[in-house]
């Protein structure tokens, strides 16, 4: 090594980690800036993950992608629980994919499950969770129902014996690196032989920065393993929730989980009126996916994606030169397929 490269390394200035996490290629914008790192972490599982503030709100982020916060995000990822909880005949055994801030788990804890798992592929996620989010829901993983599993999720389906009612997932964006094997028919086929017979899945759906195309390729690949499907808007987040027995909630056991709901995790306005937030059901969900396919010219068939095409990692990246007001777009192109009688017929007395 030169004299001039030591020196060189020597009073180098350090790299600006700010600049490095900031989001910048995220969806191609300016990122979020003006954040202090109060948490950095790498590793092989989870690549880097930081946990910032900013006018009193933390956030976290992998590898400069949000992936939760503290603060307005909060109410969206508490609906990951409320809306398929509705839906269930007996709150056994849940399974949490993902643990993010621990917001969704804390939610799903604050019912009376018997056990809990939580499949969290990244240890430093977990830190992140405990030490900066534990009063939006990470705390649960201290609950004595609460078995921490740090694995892939998808792993944890293939080895576990358990029968769950409940398979939630709390997941990154489906173009981000290795996330769309768990939006693949083997995926879900692997989801229907863990759940109990009225089971239910839920999963979060971006509606922002996606094609119709590739929408279409999520909801008719799901449809393709369960009759019951529902997709939720709610926080403007997009929540599919599925299950092979029929989606219907009751009124007045709704009432009964609420009045067992303590402090943060109830969810603002009674249970039972959350069937308002259904953007669209089977049927106009199967009407949509038709005209996906007819408007990209390609037959209905091709949208499935499976662990052999990968097309959803390869084609979900081109929505990210989407602006933000796409998400509205899909919305109101959703509602185009809404059926108010569906909605209003999924709860029984």
């Known amino acids: 090594m030169t004299t001039g490269a030591l020196l060189g390394g020597l009073f180098a200035s350090p790299w600006n980690l700010e600049e490095l996490t900031g989001g910048y ?3 191609f914008d300016y990122g979020r800036g003006g954040e202090n790192i109060v948490y950095v972490a790498e590793e092989v599982q989870g690549g880097v993950t930081t946990v910032t503030e900013k006018n009193g709100i933390r956030t976290l982020l992998t590898n400069g992608k949000f992936q939760g916060n503290d603060g307005g995000e909060v109410h969206a990822q508490r609906f990951f629980a409320h809306y398929p ?9 849940a399974l949490v994919i993902g643990l993010g801030t621990g917001t969704t788990l804390g939610t799903i804890a604050a019912y009376p499950f018997a056990h809990i798992d939580v499949a969290e592929i990244s240890p430093s996620i977990v830190k992140a969770a405990r030490t900066y989010f534990g009063d939006i829901g990470a705390k649960a993983l201290d609950d004595p129902r609460v078995s921490l599993h740090i694995a892939d999720g998808r792993n944890h389906l293939l080895l576990t014996n358990a029968r769950y009612d409940l398979v939630g997932i709390e997941l990154t964006s489906v173009w981000f690196a290795g996330a769309s094997s768990l939006y693949s028919r083997e995926f879900y086929q ?5 759940m109990t017979p009225d089971g ?14 590739d929408l279409a390729t999520v909801l008719r690949t799901l449809r393709l393993e369960f009759a019951h499907i529902a997709l939720f808007y709610g926080g403007g987040q997009g929540i599919l929730v599925a299950s092979n027995a029929p989606l219907l909630a009751s009124r007045s056991r709704l009432d009964k989980l609420e009045e067992s709901l303590q402090g943060f995790a109830r969810p603002g306005r009674s249970l039972s009126t959350l069937n308002a937030d259904i953007l669209v059901m089977t049927d106009g969900i199967d009407a949509f996916i038709a005209d996906a396919a007819r408007d990209a010219n390609v037959p209905v068939e091709t949208l499935v994606a499976t662990d052999d095409n990968l097309v959803l990692e390869y084609s979900t990246p081109r929505g990210n030169v989407l602006p933000w007001s796409s998400r509205q777009d899909m919305v109101d192109r959703l509602l185009e397929y809404r059926d108010r009688n569906a909605n209003t017929a999924v709860m029984q007395p």
């Open 85 to 93: 909880v509705m839906f269930l005949p007996r709150l056994e055994q």
């Open 25 to 27: 290629h995220v969806y």
């Open 200 to 213: 239910v899945l839920q999963q979060w759906i971006q509606l922002h920065h996606i094609y119709a195309k």
């Open 190 to 194: 692997l989801v229907k032989a863990r």
